[in-house]
């Protein structure tokens, strides 16, 4: 049979840690012995023990004749070069990326030195994984393609946010891990702003609130939930309800995290909101054009009452490139958000 190949040990750990034992458990502390196959192909084994259930596990793969183990203390690498992933899809890459971004505090600036190193690793594991979901882009296309995506988690994070898989997407957010991580670089300011620390303990009140309200006592809780039969994680829905009360803390839209203040936000949200129909109710073509037009009722309708042409952006919204609209050329940010909640009421509501 073929092997997989896994470019970098890197890579190969990421694998394990994300594919879960049969218990349900993510994580692996694995051990690496090299192989070769019947045919002289180099390989490497990795071998460990479920922390969680005590099963023992096992996975064979190819590696790469010349080794792509060349990660340093300022750059991960998962694989060298423009060659996709054969272990993990896009959209693997993408939660792996967030993941890691999302465990930096957000005062690992002002953290000691050991901290700020820890995060930093973090935060180039977060560049490196993007980029390695920027590689399924194709060259004659903006977007990574719905074919892309071979794991059952993968293709349901695709089909709920397809736009997160657009090239200037994904281009932002790594670009704003890049600008996270050349700021934590830089030396430790010696405290933070009045305005960052009234926004950390805003967050930090919110979460505890949530998890008293909840009785949630996992403080290391993940979207796999913790290990250990007494810790009480959150379930995907009391998740979501913190994601949705940060986000409005935070001044942005709780169902896609966006800016409020950003009328390009506001108008990225619209045509993610098309997308989710178009995805959603692809089986049931009468119901998805409904859906669909009554969204766009809502937003012609919003124009006419305001007065506004959107000759300026709407080629650029139809050919799904709406982070390439200037700002000045929309209205102002408030105006363009009611749009957004009134069609997203419109293409929810009944026939």
């Known amino acids: 049979m073929s092997r997989r190949l896994a470019r970098t040990r890197l890579e190969a750990q990421l694998y394990l840690d994300l594919t879960p034992c049969e218990c349900g ?66 959209a693997q890459w993408l939660w792996a990326a967030q993941r890691y971004a999302a465990a930096v505090p957000s005062t690992s600036d002002s953290a000691p030195e050991a901290e700020r190193a820890t995060a930093r690793t973090w935060l180039m594991a977060a560049v490196a994984a993007v980029g390695e979901t920027e590689k399924f882009l194709p060259e004659d296309a903006d977007s990574v393609p719905a074919t892309a995506f071979w794991t059952e988690g ?4 695709y089909q709920r946010d397809p736009q997160a898989f657009h090239e200037h997407r994904l281009a932002d957010l790594r670009m704003g891990y890049e600008r996270r991580l050349r700021a934590m670089r830089d030396e430790a300011p010696p405290r933070m702003s009045r305005a960052r620390a009234a926004h950390v303990m805003t967050a930090n009140r919110i979460q505890e609130e949530w998890a008293q309200r909840h009785g949630i006592d996992d403080e290391e809780w993940v979207e796999g939930g913790a290990s250990g ?39 990225a949200a619209f045509r ?56 000045e050329a929309l209205p102002p940010a408030a105006e363009v958000w009611e749009m957004v909640r009134a069609a997203r009421a419109a293409a929810a509501g009944p026939a």
Not at 68 to 77: A, L
Not at 300 to 324: C, M, P
Request: charged letters at 30%.
């Open 25 to 90: 458990h993510l994580g692996l502390e694995s051990r690496a012995e090299p192989v070769r196959f019947e045919d002289g192909t180099p390989g490497c084994r990795y071998t460990g023990t479920c922390a969680a259930c005590g099963r023992a596990r096992a996975d064979v793969f190819r590696v790469p004749e010349i080794s792509q183990d060349v990660s340093s203390p300022d750059e991960v690498v998962y694989g060298l070069g423009g060659r996709t992933s054969e272990l993990l899809d896009p």
């Open 272 to 327: 993610q909101l098309i997308a989710e129909v178009e995805i959603g109710w692809a089986a049931d073509v009468p119901e998805r054009d409904r859906r669909r037009g009554a969204a766009l009722s809502a937003y012609r309708a919003w124009l006419a009452r305001g007065g506004w042409s959107d000759e300026a952006w709407r080629e650029l919204l139809e050919n799904d490139r709406v982070w390439q609209v200037p700002w």
């Open 154 to 157: 993968g293709r349901a994070f």
């Open 229 to 267: 039969a007494q810790r009480r994680s959150p379930t995907p829905q009391q998740r979501a309800e913190l994601t949705r009360l940060l986000r409005a803390a935070a001044g942005q839209d709780e169902r896609t995290g966006l800016s409020l203040d950003d009328p390009v936000a506001g108008l």
